[in-house]
């Protein structure tokens, strides 16, 4: 599968599950889009962590990301009304530059959907402001859509509704859903977070940085409170550190590169999910 481009950010199902409360829930999730905003992710794939989950699960993460994610004018049309999105309301606002829509250019104008279902014989149905319920669309030949992802519209009538998918906004991030192999598979470069890892360093960051930047995709994937990527793939702290230490794969391995501690002077016992985004990206999208 050809690689996605752009950055691509993992995190579990079991990303909130240290959550008190679907308020406290909902503004972690923020910080996460937040950050995906800040370091203009392409992608934010959220993988099952099942045995991590408690009280809020994947169900909950996708949507209240992938509400997040959407643009503020389209928020209500495409997302409706939904329990998982009780405290949207709480959500700190991306200010990505978003082109939601056009006025009519020639016959045409533009907006955007969600896609709700992937269907049979190359066809969509996608959530948008032309009706109220999801409409039936024709994916182009050339283009792969994924449930939860927003996609760009050309209208040519509104009533009756005439309408095409264009392509992907190019503009904003993406929410999808996937096994982590999966998501992994589609990038040429894959990085696990863990402080287990291999330790950053100034002079290994050059490295990473010119690595990073010469190929098309890169993933980097996160843990969740109290629950790091060892555990999910049932690895020890030993498994991994010997293997960095040797120069071979961690075993089992779903697509990783290379496992990377990007705190390794952290002073606190744990480090949440969404401070270790920031320090992580913050590194690892810098310029020379």
């Known amino acids: 599968m050809n690689a996605e481009d752009g950055l691509t950010i993992c995190v579990p199902s079991s990303l909130v599950r240290e959550a008190e409360d679907k308020r406290e829930a909902t503004r972690k999730l923020g910080y996460v889009a937040r950050a995906a905003a800040v370091f203009a992710a392409s992608r934010l794939v959220v993988f099952p962590d099942a045995e991590g989950e408690r009280r809020w699960g994947g169900g909950f993460v996708r949507t209240v990301l992938g509400y997040a994610a959407t643009p503020p004018d389209l928020r209500k049309e495409l997302w409706g009304q939904r329990d998982e999105l009780q405290y949207a309301g709480i959500l700190p606002p991306l200010r990505v530059p978003w082109q939601t829509g056009s006025p009519p250019d020639g016959d045409e104008s533009k907006t955007q959907g969600l896609v709700t279902e992937v269907g049979p014989e190359g066809r969509v149905r996608v959530n948008s402001p032309l009706r109220e319920h999801p409409i039936s669309l024709l994916v182009p030949s050339d283009m792969e859509v994924e449930q939860g992802e927003r996609v760009t519209i050309r209208v040519s009538s509104r009533e009756p509704v005439r309408a095409r998918i264009a ?94 501690n990007t705190i390794p002077a952290q002073g606190s016992g744990v480090v949440r999910t969404e401070e270790a985004l920031f320090a992580t990206l913050g590194s690892l999208t810098l310029t020379e």
């Open 167 to 260: 392509g992907k906004p190019e503009v904003g991030f993406q929410v999808v859903g996937a096994d982590l192999s999966e998501a992994l598979a589609r990038e040429e470069y894959a990085i696990a977070t863990s402080r287990h890892g291999e330790e950053l360093s100034v002079s290994r960051l050059g490295e990473l940085v010119d690595r990073t930047s010469e190929v098309d995709g890169t993933a980097v994937a996160f843990g969740s409170p109290e629950r790091g990527l060892p555990d999910m793939l049932g690895l020890t702290p030993d498994d991994v550190r010997t293997a960095v230490a040797d120069g071979r794969p961690v075993e089992p391995d779903p697509g990783f590169d290379l496992w990377l």
